[in-house]
């Protein structure tokens, strides 16, 4: 078991010469471990950052500058557009576009994201790499368990580590992994968006689950999706094939909030990718984005059955 190591400083050799750790905001070998586990998983190399949106800022800063344009997927995850904006007044710019399709011409930076969050579709991968940009994958949700985007071409990957990777709900952590990644460790450095020894930690735990995790996830959200299609209050299902990530819809936004708030072995709360299941409407958060009936359910370790008995119970007082 790799030890947690809390210092912010090691001691110089004997010549008085820093060796690979010295300051902490520079590299520490708590984080190194993480980043090289997270690394091997998606062959290339890994950054990590305080969270999955500290590593998307310090990704676009570092490789953009002002008036350039990011072609960001319609319907990723709604914060990405939120941090986008506020990097606004430094004359970073983005439009939206189908990724099941092409991305627009003239954009320095082609942000994917696999599956959306949380309309889940699947980009179009082939065609984003032909693009003369960049390519970076936010596969947050896919994992390296369902793809590894470098292998494909993309050119960067983003997680939110603070969902599966780490896996259990208690490690705000983010990542960015690619081929080539010594400009933006310089950036990371000298901004001071360093990551801390303890998420770091977590997430060399969570990654010796991963794949158990997510395949059992897997299982238990094909068994639900199925169900969800069959009921009669359930208007729509979204659900890639992937991971343990659904969307469905019910009549409007009093239904949602009625089934969200009736269940109990389905936590109401934000987040996804834990071990524990949670569901929540999105609506609260991303307004007129999403329908009003839309909630999205992160299945967690819980039994099929018992998951199925909860939400019934919840959609039954509709
Ligand atoms: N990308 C996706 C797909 C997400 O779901 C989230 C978090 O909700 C983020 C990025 C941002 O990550 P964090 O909350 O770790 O900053």
Redesign the pocket.
Known sequence: MESLDRSTIWPYDEHGEPGEFYYSRYASPTVAEAERALGELEGGEALLFP??????TALALSLLKPGDTIALAEG??Y??AVTFQTLAKWGLRYVEFDQTGPPPDGVQLVWL?AP??PFLTMPDLEAAVAHPAPVLV?S??ATPVYLRPLDHGADYV??????YLGGHDDA???AIAGNDLAELRSFRTRTGISPAPDPAWLLARGLKTLETRVRRQTETAQTITERLAEHPKVVTVRYPGISGLISFDVADGEAARTVETSTTLIVNA???GGVTSVMESRHRWEGNRVPPGLLRLSIGLEDADAIWADLTQALDRL
């Open positions: 969270s999955g949106t500290g590593a998307a990723a995850y914060g990405t994201e959306s969050n936010d947050t949700v983003l997680h939110s580590v603070t969902k705000l952590l983010g934000t987040s996804l």
